[in-house]
């Protein structure tokens, strides 16, 4: 018996339909070569140059709105002047925002004419689907590589706090985009943890419409904490209750008073902006060790002497501590230190009485 007249034909409206909205679907999602060529020239590669003129640092950068660019705080840390370049076009460049806190930075190129990139709201984010870096790692300018979302790292109250990702990244790849099939950008990419297979991670790019206004409050609390005495301090021998700071001037470390005091160091209980105490364990071999004793988070990471400019750097494994990921000079009161970043309002203190 045939199928009557009127049901073939809603089987084939219904297929029309079927195909319209599948041929939609594949208009909006694009290959590699054709997101390479539409989003490539909001890449910009990111030079860092100290107060003698010399090239320190690399990074990337991708172009957010007129004239301005985001990219990683830690990849200007420590600079004194900015360019921005894509193949043979440069450009002065200017911070103008930094979240040092969650490492995002909004920087301005006056004369910059690129096309601005969309960003994804974060609950676009899915496990498994695929996404494209496009950076430049070890220098290398626009450099493209493709994985997926591995995963959605969230934090204590369940909320997004970095994406992970098999697109291949590497040093210079930080402050590059992380986009998803149709474009959009979905990330920062910003870690990749060397001692592992491919573990890569990135910044939720719905943070950037948030960095002008975390940049104030930050600089706010930098400007009273300036002219502020230093913060409580719980020495690492008496946890009992906070020492009595020194009255007499602090005598900033440098040259090899710095670098002897860390030598001896091999645990401190120092406190951080928000009081909260933070256990932190030195080995001699330059590996380093941070516990929240609030929270019990940890992490691993490096220290390091920079004597050239009389600093002590960090960089931390766990980008909850992101705050601890630079560079520190460091002030004694007696026997009491304060350290403080040279890149943010972030610093902590701490005794060696007893020790």
């Known amino acids: 018996m045939g199928i009557p007249f009127k049901i073939r034909k809603l089987h084939r409206h219904i297929a029309l339909l079927m195909g319209g909205f599948l041929s939609a679907a594949s208009c909006l999602a694009m290959d590699a070569g054709e997101l390479y060529e539409k989003r490539s020239p909001s890449i910009w590669l990111v030079s860092v140059y100290n107060a003698q003129g010399q090239r320190i640092k690399l990074g990337s950068s991708v172009v957010i709105g007129q004239e301005e660019l985001v990219t990683n705080c830690h990849v200007l840390a420590q600079g004194k002047a900015i360019s921005i370049k894509h193949e043979n076009t440069l450009h002065e460049a200017r911070l103008v925002h930094a979240d040092v806190e969650r490492d995002l930075c909004i920087i301005r190129a006056k ?50 706090s970095r ?126 060790g941070v516990t929240n004793m609030q929270t019990r988070g940890y992490s691993d990471g490096r220290w390091r002497i920079m004597p050239e400019s009389n600093e002590v750097c960090f960089d931390m494994g766990n980008p909850k501590f992101i705050g601890m990921q630079h560079c520190y000079q460091l002030v004694r009161y007696g026997q009491t230190y304060t350290m403080r970043s040279v890149s943010s309002s972030y610093f902590f203190t701490y005794s060696m009485q007893g020790s």
């Open 111 to 160: 004369g910059l004419v690129a096309p601005a990139v969309n960003i994804a709201p974060a609950s676009t984010l899915k496990v498994g689907q695929r996404v494209f870096a496009i950076g430049a790692p070890s220098g290398m300018e626009l450099t493209l590589s493709d994985g997926l979302v591995a995963a959605l790292n969230r934090d204590r109250d369940d909320k997004l």
């Open 163 to 288: 994406i992970q990702i098999s697109a291949p990244i590497s040093g210079g790849s930080s402050g590059g985009g992380l986009f998803d099939t149709e474009g959009r950008l979905l990330g920062i990419p910003y870690l990749t943890i060397r001692e592992a297979q491919n573990l890569n991670f990135a910044i939720p790019a719905e943070w950037i419409a948030e960095v002008p206004a975390r940049a104030k409050v930050a600089l706010g609390k930098f400007r009273a904490e300036s002219v502020a005495p230093p913060a409580p301090i719980v020495a690492a021998s008496s946890p009992r209750g906070p020492a009595r700071p020194a009255a007499e001037p602090g005598q900033r470390l440098s040259g090899d008073d710095l670098s002897s005091h860390f030598a001896n160091l091999t645990r401190i209980v120092a406190i951080s902006p928000n009081g909260t105490p933070l256990e932190l364990e030195f080995k001699q071999n330059g590996a380093f």
